[in-house]
């Protein structure tokens, strides 16, 4: 039976294709919010490495969805944060521009050279050969090396599709013969720690919010925590996620248990 009464504190919403798509905002997402906000604490996530957290939130505020800029949780700034914990300095890093003054505003060195020490990887619209082989020396030389999230693609609108940030871990992987050494996005469950830290609440104490059961039920269920997941999935059956059809339902639910 999934029980979300007494002891939860906080809901964690992914944002694509949870709270919107695109540019629109899926029916139903700012009522949930400002319902539950009379209750609980939010935090939102995302796996995108492209956007800062800052950008991230002056979009949810222009689509409507009041929120501060320290309930958002994206890949990018998770990641200096993981960086600046881990003592990883000195970075060649592929990704997007936003995700270069993330990470220079948290304190980080940039080396545009193999001479760097360290690589991470985020999504990168002009990734390429010369990239993939100065991440390939840096890791031959004992470089960590660092992914935003193994994403293989994500929705681009209009019903198509988008390489994703695992595309570019791919190549390298492949080149290199490893892995990665960390893996900041969903499944894996760093950014839900660094949010349960900000919150102080326990995992049993947090219920995520999300579109994939891939992606946003795994990272709760690796966490300890439940997950309500709003597109249906087939043959769940697992007392921690609830498995409902939209926001809409969502509210409809969260009022009446
Ligand atoms: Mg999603």
Known sequence: MFDITGKIKLFAFDLDGTLYLGEDLVPGAVELIDYLRKGY???FFTNN???TAGEVHEKLNRLGIKCEVNEVYA???VSALYLKEAGLNDLYVIGSKSFRSELESKGMRIVESDLAKNLVVGLDFDFNYKKIADA???LLKGGKFIACNEDPYFPAGEGKYAPGC???VGAIAASANRGPDFIIGKPHTYILSIIAKAYKARQDEMVIVGDSYESDVMMALNYGSKAILVKPKSNLNNEDVLEI???DK????IKEH
């Open 41 to 43: 604490r939010i935090a």
């Open 49 to 51: 490495s492209s956007k």
């Open 75 to 77: 890949s990018s700034s």
């Open 136 to 138: 390939l020396s840096i």
């Open 166 to 168: 695992g595309a570019m």
């Open 245 to 247: 059809g939209s926001l």
């Open 250 to 253: 969502t509210l409809t639910y």
